[in-house]
């Protein structure tokens, strides 16, 4: 299974990231993804679509609308030897304090969840 998979099919999000995941995956389409027990949503669009070299989405919580509301993800696959480099770029962030507490507990849960899809490859995940 290709890393890029985990990322654009639901069936393959739901086991390290959102709880329920609805996507278009194209340039243009829509994503959905959904906590129910928090009653979390985050949506955004597709901004480019490269299998297996580059995603990019557009990211906003249906609860912080308005904060944080310009927000892009870009993803960047790289084959090197025994797997896959992932980069991930999200922002822009500006340098008032409450973004910056914003950007790092977005760190620390692309850390948390990047533990998660990594845990698939070797059977640890949960």
Known sequence: MDLFDHWVRPELLVRWWPR???????????YQFSWPEQ???LRG?????E???RLAFTWAWDHDVGKFSDL???LVFQEIEGGTRLTITH???GP??????ERQGVIEGWIHFGMRLSG???GTAN
């Open 20 to 30: 329920e995941a609805k996507v278009d995956p194209r340039v243009g389409g829509p």
């Open 39 to 41: 009653n979390w949503h």
């Open 45 to 49: 669009t597709y901004t480019s679509f």
């Open 51 to 53: 299998p297996g070299r």
């Open 72 to 74: 892009q993800v870009d």
């Open 91 to 93: 922002g822009p962030w």
């Open 96 to 101: 008032e304090s409450e973004s910056q507490v």
């Open 120 to 122: 698939l490859r070797t």
